[in-house]
């Protein structure tokens, strides 16, 4: 009898555990890859497969993906020293707006510093939910 308790208790606490788990997770598989290059200050991008390392004043755009929504956004936020230098917005869906990333600013005129792209949504609630993200360096 007491054994039948104990494994009782620990199937309740397994799928408490499970539950809580999963909880957090964002719904569907979403991923973003990148960044690559879509325009250059010295001139149009050969753009390609592979991800590279962009350069300050770079036009980049990345690739997602999800089954999470039909209206996906990135928000790309750039830092120099951790004092935020830019935050640019570009809907990744059709008739959404241009899917390109200017590296600069008016606060970041120059210099390195390191970035995240986020893929998201907006919820039903209106909050925003990161669905995946991507870090990466702008050199000088």
Excluded: E, R
């Amino acid at each position: 009898m007491l054994s039948k308790i104990a494994v009782a208790l620990s199937l309740v606490i397994a799928l408490a555990f499970a539950g809580v788990a999963s909880a957090g997770k964002p719904s569907g598989s979403s991923s973003i890859n990148g960044p690559f290059l879509a325009a250059s200050p010295s001139g149009p991008a050969v753009t390609g497969a592979t991800a590279i390392t962009p350069h300050f004043g770079d036009i980049v755009t990345f690739t997602v993906s999800t089954t999470a929504t039909s209206n996906p956004f990135v928000n790309v936020n750039c830092y120099q020293g951790g004092v935020l230098v830019m935050n640019s917005w570009s809907a990744f869906f059709p008739g959404g707006s241009g899917q390109g990333f200017g590296l600069y600013s008016p606060s970041w005129q120059s210099g390195a510093a390191d970035c995240q792209a986020d893929l998201g949504m907006l919820t039903n609630n209106g909050k925003w939910k990161v669905l995946a993200s991507k870090s990466f360096h702008v050199d000088a």
